[in-house]
Each structure stands twice: as C-alpha cells, then as structure tokens.
C-alpha cells in the first residue's frame, strides 16, 4: 500500500556494515572480504562464487563457530589498495576495467579461465599494488 503521510524511513550509510562470518574460517583485519554463494563473509579467495564486499576493520575467528555464529565488520564504497597478482598482473591498460579476487589481498587482471570472481574496477596502479573501488 503507497504512503499516504511522511515516513521516517531508518538507514545507515553503507560504508561499515556487519555481516555474518561463514563457519571454519577467520577473517584477518584488512583482508578482502567477499560473500560466499550462501551470504555469508569470507576472506577473498580463488573461486568463481564470490561477491566482492570491501575490507575488513576487524579481525573476527569463526574457525569453530557455524555460519552467523560472529560478524565481521567490513568497510565498503571506498578505493582499497590490494597486491597486483605476479603471475596475472593488472597493468596500466587496465584501467577502468574489472580485475579478479586471487586471495584475500591479490588481485589479477584475468579470471583465471572462470575460476576467479570479480573484485572491482581498477581505478590506479602503483608501484605497490592496485586501487580497486
């Protein structure tokens, strides 16, 4: 039914939010965050079922908790610096475009033949790593 008075519609900003930790793993505090194929928070890594989420603030453990059982709190809409990949650079013609999650601070140029998920658009390189938004 639409509004027929004001609403005070609550939010937040959506640049720290909690999100619930997938069982068996630990999340270190900077590392790349992205959900798993069921929602849930863990650390980047190879695999083709990843959503790209931002950067941890903190370090949360859930090696012997189950799905939800902790939250991570992970930094979004900001340009992160991760390690450029050395065996599948990012590289000066890259950007504007997308790279891809290796781990949970590397990033690549390709996809690996479809093995690896999308962490954002390359927005600079330096000499150190690659800034991703």
Do not use: H
């Not at 799905?67 to 590289?91: H, I, L, Q």
């Amino acid at each position: 039914m639409p509004l027929s008075a004001d609403r005070n519609t609550p939010y937040v900003d959506g640049c720290r939010v909690a999100v619930p930790v997938a069982a068996g793993v630990c999340i270190y505090g900077g590392a790349m965050v992205a959900a798993n194929a069921t929602g849930f928070a863990t650390p980047g890594a190879t695999a083709a079922t990843l959503t790209y989420l931002g950067r941890a603030d903190e370090q949360v453990d859930n090696t012997t908790g189950a799905d939800g059982a902790k939250s991570v709190m992970v930094r979004r809409k900001k340009a992160f610096k991760w390690a450029n990949s050395g065996a599948d650079p990012v590289t000066q013609a890259s950007l504007g475009l997308v790279c891809y999650i290796v781990d949970d601070q590397t990033v690549a140029k390709t996809s690996g033949g479809a093995t690896r998920s999308v962490a954002g658009k390359v927005i600079g390189l330096d000499v150190d790593g690659v800034w991703v938004e």
